[in-house]
């Protein structure tokens, strides 16, 4: 008997989702990672280092809520944020400085950068380089309020967002974040104009307000853009505030395993075919079986016949000499 197991491709995305670490956003994105974690988790933040001479120091900015939360001087140990100091760690990797923020508030949720002092004709100078965006979920009055919670669209079809703000138009920065398979920043409004769109999507998005409701439709879905969307807010000198999210998983192509009546009665014929000449092979070998040994006896009978003839031949011969 042959057994078929089909495991389909959703149920697979939703066993290993859980297991993937936040990672780039890619080219195809915009240039933010993104960092999604639960309240009292840990995080890791990497500043990458550069190797000019010219450098003065390197910090870790907090630019909401506007303070540096660790600067590295070229010179002497790391200067930490008082606020920060019981629940921090620091490292030097030979091409980063890691930061590590433990025991994760919702105060927490911000947008971090990464910039470095660097003297420029004698003078020195601040340069913005890598961009964190860091989500931390928890249960509060202040999140918002995103629905669906699930869909699950066929590869081809569109999804609508829906997200309650909590603020007016003109205070705040809207966004739309992929949180888990490949974090990135999606769409990022700031007062009522689109400001940033992720190249992966192009043309496939729309966005609509009315009040302190935003939709976005994400159209011509593909199984690559299965992901949890988180939609978040960036109120003035606050942390970000953010909603639970939107999972998104893409139906892809019906897969082998699942056929149809048709497919089904096809199948069933070419096993039930394959199996008649199975049994008809088996048959065939044991007739030619059965010829061959009774044809076995009458060929030892013939070679018996022939001795016999054969002396009888030898005897006549010797007593007509013997006359």
Not at 84 to 97: G, T
């Amino acid at each position: 008997m042959l057994w078929v197991l089909c495991v389909p491709k959703t149920f697979l995305f939703l066993l290993l989702l859980p297991s993937f670490p936040a990672q780039d956003g890619g080219g195809n994105e915009l240039s933010a990672d993104v960092i999604s974690a639960w309240e009292g988790d840990s995080i890791s933040i990497s500043c990458p280092m550069n190797a000019s001479q010219n450098q003065e120091g390197m910090y870790l900015r907090a630019v909401r809520q506007n303070f540096d939360v660790i600067y590295f001087s070229k010179e002497g140990p790391p200067v930490i944020n008082p606020n920060f100091s019981n629940r921090i760690e620091y490292s030097k990797e030979v091409e980063n400085h890691r930061v590590t923020l433990h025991r994760l508030q919702q105060s927490d949720s911000e947008i971090y950068v990464c910039s470095e002092i660097v003297k420029i004709n004698d003078h020195p100078k601040d340069l913005d380089g890598k961009t964190t965006i860091v989500l931390v979920k928890a249960n509060s009055k202040r999140t918002l309020e995103q629905s669906p919670l699930y869909a699950n669209p066929e590869r081809g079809q569109s999804v609508n967002i829906t997200c309650v703000l909590k603020s007016s138009p003109r205070e705040e920065k809207f966004y739309l974040l992929r949180t888990h398979v490949q974090p990135a920043t999606v769409l990022s409004v700031s007062n009522l104009n689109v400001s940033e769109v992720s190249p992966a999507f192009g043309n496939r998005w729309e966005y609509s307000r009315e009040g302190n409701r935003v939709v976005i439709t994400l159209h011509d879905l593909q199984e690559k853009d299965s992901d949890n969307y988180v939609c978040a807010e960036g109120v003035t000198d606050s942390p970000l505030l953010s909603a639970s999210g939107t999972m998104v998983l893409v139906k892809g192509v019906e897969q082998a395993c699942e056929l149809s009546s048709g497919g089904l009665y096809a199948l069933v014929t070419v096993v039930a075919l394959l199996f008649c000449a199975l049994v008809g092979c088996t048959l065939c070998r044991l007739d030619v079986k059965k010829y061959f040994q009774k044809k076995k006896p009458n060929v030892v009978y013939e070679d018996m016949s022939y001795n016999s003839r054969r002396n009888t031949l030898v005897r006549s011969n010797t007593y007509s000499r013997g006359e």
